[in-house]
């Protein structure tokens, strides 16, 4: 079999050199976050770029695209997981084509230096600082997503989120907005109507970074991942990255609400044991990574919100702060932590925004995203559009601009199209954790006790295990029962969950 596929094993290990570059990238990003010395931005940038140039000139190579044509030609031979491989190197390399080298070291070298703006600029509450920077951001991305949408005569916005969420459409995710818009509203009214009747005691003490990452780490240990292969460390904004070996978590502590940075932790870790478990056998080929960005959402807000803001969880948690950590009385119990951790009211901060809102502020930077993709909106034409959306679907107004539409990275950093993965992802979460206890009933007597392994043995089975092999639709199919991302599942489990 082996001669017979001689060339679509040459692919193969072109591909897996492609694969540890981009992990290097990642790690290189990582370092940039955590231990960059201030001096060394603008080299880390060049050195970021020409890593990127690196990969995106043997990702559009005349002999990539040899060796794809002549494995196609001994697909006979090929299972059904290198079938799967070779249509999406063959699909990654159409997207490539459509950008030449200059237009993507102009992208890279415009996102890393607005990102870095960026971190000054929010700091300062200064976007006029920004809007140069960020226009031509948006400028590269829209001329990225038109020689794509060209090239694959699709919208150019789909094009975009086809980059974190493979094969979603604009007209599909506008049909479940269009729900949860209409839906919503009347349900965080009624939460917040019915909460306001709750007492809730607000935690008394002021605890130290070092006993909330000893606190996260415990937790870490409970939800499975292996800190063999993975670290924990402190960033601006919580992320995980790196690879099967090497997943690095980060999360942000604030000393007077414990809850943000261990709620950061659980969600990272959800994203971390995704990577973990993807499939050995193709770690270093596209099939073998993670299919988008939603399912990768889903699986850290399966273990945020679903499973980690569930009664059970939230049980075990307090044991845990009183029995190992000796934080007790009533503030620590598990009906005052529950009330706490899900609390609804609209805030201006998506991060730290409840399952409830949280669909909104997605749904306001896709409809703003949208409108910078078609030209419409210009970076100077944010501050107003964002306050007015915020005002119309939450019924809050920011003060300043660091706390509106400087709050976020993804734009600087060229991530249009990203954000629907968030609410895609809560809504999967939830079609999974329904399909999850149908087939283990015991889960939530297990979180109970702090365990995830009938959790996790369903997510590995139906979802992680299968890497990038099934289209988006299938894989939903496969891990959920259903073909399309199901709003009414997602609604039904807050209105049961919160009334």
């Given at each position: 079999?082996?001669?017979?596929?001689?060339?679509y094993?040459?692919?193969?290990?072109?591909?897996?050199?492609?694969?540890?570059?981009?992990?290097?990238?990642?790690?290189?990003?990582w370092?940039?976050e955590i231990?960059?010395?201030?001096?060394?931005?603008?080299?880390?940038?060049e050195?970021?770029?020409?890593l990127?140039?690196?990969?995106h000139?043997?990702?559009t190579?005349?002999?990539?695209?040899?060796?794809?044509?002549?494995?196609?030609?001994?697909?006979?031979?090929?299972d059904?997981?290198?079938?799967?491989?070779?249509?999406?190197?063959?699909?990654?390399?159409?997207?490539?084509?459509c950008?030449?080298?200059d237009?993507?070291?102009?992208?890279?070298?415009?996102?890393?230096?607005?990102?870095?703006?960026?971190?000054?600029?929010?700091?300062k509450?200064?976007?006029?600082?920004?809007?140069?920077?960020?226009?031509?951001?948006?400028?590269l991305?829209?001329?990225?997503a038109?020689?794509?949408?060209?090239?694959?005569?699709?919208?150019?916005?789909?094009?975009?989120?086809?980059?974190?969420?493979?094969?979603?459409s604009?007209?599909?995710?506008?049909?479940?907005?269009?729900?949860?818009?209409?839906?919503?509203?009347k349900?965080?009214e009624?939460?917040t109507a019915?909460q306001?009747?709750?007492?809730?005691?607000?935690l008394?003490?002021?605890?130290?970074?070092?006993?909330q990452?000893?606190?996260?780490?415990?937790l870490?240990?409970?939800m499975?991942?292996?800190?063999?292969?993975g670290?924990?460390d402190?960033?601006?904004?919580?992320?995980?990255?790196?690879?099967?070996?090497?997943?690095?978590?980060?999360?942000?502590?604030?000393?007077?609400?414990?809850?943000?940075?261990?709620?950061?932790?659980?969600?990272?870790?959800?994203?971390?044991?995704?990577?973990?478990?993807?499939?050995?056998?193709?770690?270093?080929?596209?099939?073998?990574?993670p299919?988008?960005?939603?399912?990768?959402?889903?699986?850290?807000?399966?273990?945020?919100?679903?499973?980690?803001?569930s009664?059970?969880?939230?049980?075990?948690?307090?044991?845990?702060?009183?029995?190992?950590?000796?934080?007790?009385?009533?503030?620590?119990?598990?009906e005052?932590?529950y009330?706490?951790?899900?609390?609804?009211q609209?805030?201006?901060?998506?991060?730290?925004a409840?399952?409830?809102?949280?669909?909104?502020?997605?749904?306001?930077?896709?409809e703003?995203?949208?409108?910078?993709?078609?030209?419409?909106?210009?970076?100077?034409?944010?501050?107003?559009?964002w306050?007015?959306?915020?005002?119309?679907?939450l019924?809050?107004?920011?003060?300043?601009?660091?706390?509106?539409?400087?709050?976020?990275?993804?734009?600087p950093?060229?991530?249009?199209?990203?954000?629907p993965?968030?609410?895609n992802?809560?809504?999967?979460?939830?079609?999974?954790?329904?399909?999850?206890?149908?087939?283990?009933p015991?889960?939530?007597?297990?979180?109970?006790?702090?365990?995830?392994?009938?959790?996790?043995?369903?997510?590995?089975?139906?979802?992680r295990?299968?890497?990038?092999?099934?289209?988006?639709?299938?894989?939903?199919?496969t891990?959920?029962?259903?073909?399309?991302i199901?709003?009414?599942?997602?609604?039904?489990?807050?209105?049961?969950?919160?009334?």
């Amino acid at each position: 079999m082996a001669k017979q596929i001689t060339q679509y094993l040459k692919l193969e290990n072109k591909l897996k050199q492609l694969t540890h570059l981009r992990n290097l990238a990642s790690v290189l990003h990582w370092d940039a976050e955590i231990n960059l010395p201030k001096g060394a931005t603008a080299n880390r940038h060049e050195e970021l770029a020409t890593l990127t140039m690196l990969t995106h000139e043997m990702s559009t190579s005349q002999e990539l695209g040899n060796l794809i044509e002549a494995a196609t030609q001994e697909i006979g031979y090929l299972d059904e997981w290198q079938k799967s491989n070779l249509a999406t190197i063959k699909r990654s390399y159409e997207h490539a084509q459509c950008i030449n080298p200059d237009l993507q070291h102009a992208y890279s070298i415009a996102t890393s230096e607005c990102e870095f703006v960026w971190r000054e600029a929010r700091k300062k509450n200064d976007f006029t600082q920004l809007i140069p920077h960020l226009d031509h951001v948006f400028k590269l991305s829209r001329k990225i997503a038109d020689l794509k949408a060209s090239h694959f005569n699709k919208d150019p916005y789909d094009m975009l989120m086809d980059g974190y969420d493979p094969d979603r459409s604009t007209t599909e995710i506008q049909g479940v907005y269009d729900i949860l818009k209409r839906e919503l509203p009347k349900l965080i009214e009624k939460i917040t109507a019915k909460q306001q009747a709750e007492k809730i005691i607000n935690l008394p003490d002021k605890i130290d970074e070092n006993i909330q990452k000893t606190i996260g780490l415990r937790l870490i240990e409970k939800m499975g991942f292996d800190m063999d292969k993975g670290r924990l460390d402190k960033s601006a904004h919580p992320f995980c990255s790196g690879s099967n070996d090497d997943v690095r978590l980060t999360t942000r502590y604030d000393e007077n609400n414990f809850i943000t940075g261990l709620f950061g932790i659980i969600h990272e870790t959800g994203h971390g044991l995704y990577q973990q478990n993807l499939p050995e056998s193709y770690r270093n080929q596209p099939v073998g990574q993670p299919k988008g960005m939603a399912f990768h959402e889903s699986q850290s807000l399966i273990m945020e919100c679903q499973a980690g803001t569930s009664f059970e969880f939230i049980q075990f948690l307090a044991r845990l702060l009183r029995d190992e950590f000796g934080f007790k009385g009533p503030a620590y119990s598990a009906e005052n932590l529950y009330k706490l951790v899900n609390r609804v009211q609209p805030s201006l901060i998506r991060v730290e925004a409840d399952e409830v809102t949280y669909p909104l502020h997605v749904i306001i930077r896709f409809e703003i995203e949208q409108a910078i993709i078609k030209d419409r909106v210009q970076a100077t034409d944010l501050p107003h559009l964002w306050n007015t959306k915020m005002k119309e679907y939450l019924g809050i107004t920011p003060t300043n601009d660091s706390e509106g539409c400087m709050q976020d990275v993804h734009w600087p950093a060229g991530l249009l199209g990203y954000f629907p993965c968030y609410t895609n992802g809560a809504i999967i979460a939830s079609m999974l954790m329904k399909a999850a206890q149908i087939k283990y009933p015991a889960i939530k007597t297990e979180l109970r006790e702090g365990s995830f392994e009938s959790l996790n043995t369903y997510l590995n089975q139906n979802l992680r295990n299968f890497g990038a092999q099934k289209s988006s639709s299938e894989l939903l199919k496969t891990s959920t029962g259903y073909e399309k991302i199901n709003p009414g599942i997602f609604l039904d489990y807050l209105a049961g969950k919160y009334l």
